[in-house]
């Protein structure tokens, strides 16, 4: 009867083995339909600075390596291959060369070479004839001094100094390869790419439309046919779309926990995801209007937050407190929890507010003699609520704040006036590494250092963790740096937010990056099981 | 009448001129052009990148200079580029007007469909249990704010059809067309239908009670014949004026309904591209949106004399 049993179970386990398998095989065909939030600017990737190009822009292009689209989480040891065949660094690591694919060719049928690598990163770096109409992510590459080519397939970027997160950025969905024959202004209205898909129209408030391209150099792939983006910007439509059917999948990270939790009610099959997208709210003060410019009233101001409340009224729970780095496990470079719980305002919410009274006491405030601020946000909902809970938080140490919502296209241009005292911002990151971090938002003189903090010694910090090759000691460098900038509340962190991407069970092969929302939109072998 | 129509041309020319003045000042007034915008999205601050783009743009000249540019323009049929896109303005202009035309057409005549005959059964049968369940029904219509009878549609249908009437492709053939306008129509038309129908049955319940009335009534006339011939045909002027004011308002108007039905109209493209600072799709749309409802009332006051012989145009 035993050996019967064991028998019957296993042929069972080997069928069911068998179904999974078939199950698991790819199919061709299908178009994948994803509703948008908005109309994109563009879909020159270059040129914007928004995941809502990202997403759909993505597919079209190839970068010289690429995360691994199947890896939640994005690091140096995730990257692999892409335009180039393969990579390294000379002995100084000063010169970073790739072997490049050949028989690439371009969705117009222009062969792809060392040339288009070259004409990408001189257009990066402003060395080109031709201009982006706008380039944020210049910076990203102030230490490459040039970009040579050796024949038509090898290329290598020269640095200033050894800088291996350059491979990082290098991978982001920030950085597409452009045709070197496509002038920039057409990139942005018709984009010619390498990769597994062709870009075939946008149209505003409607929808975008991408074709395989059956000319791929990926042998057998793309599995889908087609992708098309139906721009609906009316969320409620949106769900309802997704609930109904007419979409497969929702657009990426866009559902709150509220809208995750309808859509698992309506139609239980759904798969949703919720993870960090990197992007944290922070509190910007800026350091040089008086009374802020007073140490100990800032500090007071640090002591008085309650991450943990603000996260559960504004995300209802699904939050991570930590510094300037997405926090582990999903960050990689984040300050881990022991340590995080050593800084000011981290700790004992009771006690924090407390010594910040008695900071507050000492300036010469009170319940009854107040300070009176505003604090200055856009004005979008997602950065008003938790301005909302923060003037409630700065209540409980004498600051009587008044919300100041800022129309969303003045908001930077008031900021980097210095036309405010205490703020709320958003900050997004490409990509999860320091060097992306710490330049853009706390080196001296950086264009997105809103609150115009600058520590001369921490910056020596940030150059001897850039050039770190040893990972292990870079990354102490990083808490390190990331420890003191917290400390100095440079721009205290009230939390890094996660949100929720939902699709329909036959798609197949989709995974969501847990450490960027800019990186993940490949969709080369994502196929549909129906 | 030949005078007549020539004043009021030329009044139609020098509104649509006022018109013209005021969006292009009222557009410049606004905090924020295209560059700005467009930095702001990307994070940017350098004011020397955005001034080469607002000259890129013509954003750096005068006032002046840019308004005789854009009516210079106008006036051979060059509507400029828009900012976003890079497309011409006319390219992404026209497809719009046909989807919107469509649901207003559509809407207008589910508004006089219903609202006129239930206005006119409303005053016939004044103070019936009929009256008070059409009054509710047309109080609704009118209280009911767009979005929310727009959504609880939307979620009626996902919920007992499982499929949601909203535009993710262009549709193709009448049936099609029908399928698609028709609810997002009846959304709209319903508030416009309630508005019709309480004008009138005030209107109605004027004319009831004159005394020509009572002559037709005395002279045995029935009672179709005096509600429709008789009463509704003097009682019509307000509502034809207030049917012609909505079609204007419908051309332009539209925005929630075309943000929760998703429909790529007019409405929701000006929202946009007032978001966007997207100057030459924003003034080319009002200035259509002014020429249409212009014309409209045009067309009603010419309807008047047709509708009413005592009116005569001099």
Redesign the interface.
């Known amino acids: 009867m035993g050996t019967k049993f064991v028998a019957l179970a296993t042929a069972i386990l080997a069928s069911l083995t068998l179904c999974n398998a078939n199950a698991a095989e790819p199919k061709h065909g299908g178009i994948l339909?994803i509703y948008h939030r908005e109309?994109p600017?563009?879909l020159s990737i270059h040129?914007?600075?928004?995941f809502s190009v990202n997403a759909p822009a993505m597919a079209i292009f190839n970068n010289l390596i690429v995360y691994d689209q199947h890896k939640p989480q994005t690091s140096i040891d995730t990257i692999v291959p892409e335009l180039a065949t393969s990579w390294a660094w000379d002995k100084a690591n000063t010169a970073l060369t790739f072997k490049l694919r050949e028989g690439v060719k371009w969705h117009d049928g222009v062969p792809f070479t060392a040339k288009d690598v070259k004409c990408t990163f001189d257009l990066l770096q402003g060395k080109g004839q031709d201009k982006f109409?706008?380039?944020?992510r210049k910076d990203w590459y102030e230490f490459v001094s040039d970009v040579s080519t050796n024949g038509d397939f090898e290329v290598s970027f020269h640095l200033k100094r050894p800088q291996p997160s350059l491979l990082a950025m290098l991978a982001s969905g920030y950085t597409p390869i452009y045709p070197c024959h496509v002038p920039a202004?057409q990139m942005?209205?018709h984009p010619i790419g390498t990769g597994p898909f062709k870009f075939v129209e946008?149209?505003?408030?409607?929808?975008i439309k991408l074709v395989k391209n059956p000319d791929y150099w990926k042998k057998g792939l793309p599995y889908l046919d087609g992708i098309e983006y139906?721009?609906?910007?009316?969320r409620?439509?949106a769900v309802?779309?997704f609930?109904?059917?007419?979409?497969d999948m929702t657009f990426p990270t866009e559902m709150t926990v509220a809208l995750e939790k309808d859509i698992k009610s309506?139609d239980p099959t759904a798969i949703c995801e919720i993870k960090p997208i990197n992007v944290n709210t922070n509190l910007i003060v800026n350091l040089e209007a008086p009374p802020f410019n007073n140490w100990e009233l800032r500090k007071a101001m640090m002591l008085s937050l309650d991450r943990k409340a603000l996260i559960d009224i504004i995300l209802q729970g699904q939050g991570d407190q930590g510094g300037s780095l997405l926090p582990p496990p999903e960050g990689v470079w984040g300050l881990p929890p022991d340590i995080l719980k050593t800084i000011p305002g981290y700790g004992d919410v009771k006690k924090d507010r407390d010594e910040a009274r008695a900071i507050m006491t000492k300036l010469g405030y009170s319940a009854d003699k107040p300070l009176k601020i505003k604090v200055s946000t856009r004005n979008l909902a997602t950065y008003r609520d938790p301005a909302v809970v923060l003037i409630d938080q700065l209540k409980q140490i004498y600051i009587d704040a008044e919300l100041d919502p800022v129309?969303?296209?003045?908001?930077?241009?008031k900021?980097?006036r210095k036309d405010y005292s205490v703020g709320l911002n958003l900050t997004g990151n490409g990509i999860d590494d320091p060097d992306q971090a710490f330049y853009e938002n706390y080196s001296c003189g950086s264009?997105?250092n809103y609150t115009h903090y600058c520590n001369k010694d921490l910056e020596k910090l940030f150059d001897q963790q850039s050039a770190e090759t040893d990972l292990a000691k870079r990354k102490k460098l990083v808490w390190e740096i990331d420890k003191k900038i917290q400390e100095d509340g440079a721009r205290p962190i009230l939390f890094h937010a996660r949100t929720g991407t939902c699709w329909k069970p036959y798609v197949k092969n989709m995974t969501i990056e847990s450490n960027s929302a800019y990186n993940g939109y490949r969709y080369e072998d994502i196929w549909l099981d129906k | 009448m030949g005078s007549y129509l020539i004043r009021r041309f030329f009044l139609m020319l020098l509104t649509l001129f006022g018109i013209s003045v005021l969006v292009f000042t009222m557009l410049r007034v606004v905090p924020g052009n295209i560059a700005d915008i467009l930095f702001d999205a990307a994070g940017m601050i350098d004011t020397a990148e955005k001034g080469k783009l607002e000259t890129e743009l013509g954003l750096d000249k005068p006032i002046v200079v840019q308004y005789a540019h854009w009516i210079g323009g106008l006036a051979h049929g060059d509507l400029g580029y828009s900012y976003v896109s890079e497309k011409p303005a006319l390219q992404e202009i026209l497809p719009r007007i046909p989807i919107t035309a469509k649901l207003a057409g559509l809407a207008l005549t589910f508004a006089i469909l219903f609202g006129v005959p239930l206005g006119v059964i409303s005053a016939v049968k004044q103070n019936s249990g009929l009256d008070y369940v059409l009054r509710v029904i047309s109080l609704s219509g009118l209280s009911m704010p767009a979005f929310w009878l727009g959504l609880l549609i939307l979620m009626a249908f996902v919920k007992f059809f499982g499929t949601i009437p909203i535009y993710t492709d262009p549709p193709h053939g009448f049936w099609n067309n029908l399928w698609l306008y028709s609810v997002p129509a009846a959304a709209v038309g319903f508030r416009s239908s309630a508005l019709v129908m309480r004008l009138t049955r005030s209107s109605m319940l004027e004319v009831l009670r004159q005394d020509y009335i009572r002559t037709a009534r005395a002279k045995g006339a029935s009672d179709s014949t005096v509600n429709y011939h008789h009463a509704l045909r003097n009682a019509i002027l307000p509502v034809v004026t207030v049917i012609g004011l909505e079609a204007a308002f419908l051309m332009g108007g539209l925005i929630v309904t075309e943000t929760v039905f998703n429909i790529p109209g007019v409405g929701r493209f000006l929202v946009e591209a007032i978001r966007w600072r997207d100057y030459p799709i924003v003034q080319n749309l009002v200035m259509f949106i002014a020429v249409v409802a212009v014309s409209i009332n045009f067309l009603v006051d010419l309807l008047y004399a047709v509708l009413d012989p005592r009116i005569k145009y001099s």
Do not use: D, H, Y
Not at chain 1, 202 to 207: D, G, I, L
Not at chain 1, 243 to 247: D, E, Q, T
């Open positions: 339909k109309t600017p563009s040129e914007e600075a928004t109409r706008k380039n944020p202004a942005r209205t946008m149209k505003q408030n409607e929808s139906t721009i609906i910007k009316n409620a439509t309802l779309a609930v109904a059917g007419k979409v309506e129309e969303s296209s003045s908001w930077f241009a900021v980097a264009e997105r």
